[in-house]
């Protein structure tokens, strides 16, 4: 199995950077897609931005142009870069893991991010 493991959420100002960052361990070889998804209080979980393992990414409408997905194949690291948040950015941040092959579907235990107005 993976276990993913998040750092770096907490309290920031509005216009301010956060940088979050998960790093995958057990068996986290040939992941195929990381990602990180949001979970606003009262809101479904949404997808913010994945990038596959050929370093393709993509990101949600809301942070397109503010948010940065990176990843580090080798370390099985995945880094999500935040500039420019807003109040709406708050939220419990998850990191995600999939693999094809054995239909891996891994969650981290989640970071929570608050953004002040």
């Known amino acids: 199995q993976v276990q993913l493991v998040e750092s770096g959420g907490g309290l920031v100002q509005a216009g301010g950077s956060l940088r979050l960052s998960c790093a995958a361990s057990?068996?986290?070889?040939?992941?195929?897609?990381m990602g990180w998804y949001r979970q606003a209080p009262g809101k479904e979980r949404e997808l913010v931005a994945a990038i596959t393992d050929s370093g393709r990414s993509n990101y949600a409408d809301s942070v397109l142009g503010r948010f940065t997905i990176s990843s580090d194949n080798a370390k099985n690291t995945v880094t999500l870069q935040m500039n420019s948040v807003k109040p709406e950015d708050t939220a419990v941040y998850y990191c995600h893991a999939e693999r094809y092959r054995d239909a891996l579907d891994a969650w981290g235990q989640g970071t929570l991010v608050t953004v002040s107005s």
């Open positions: 057990g068996r986290p070889f040939s992941i195929n897609r």
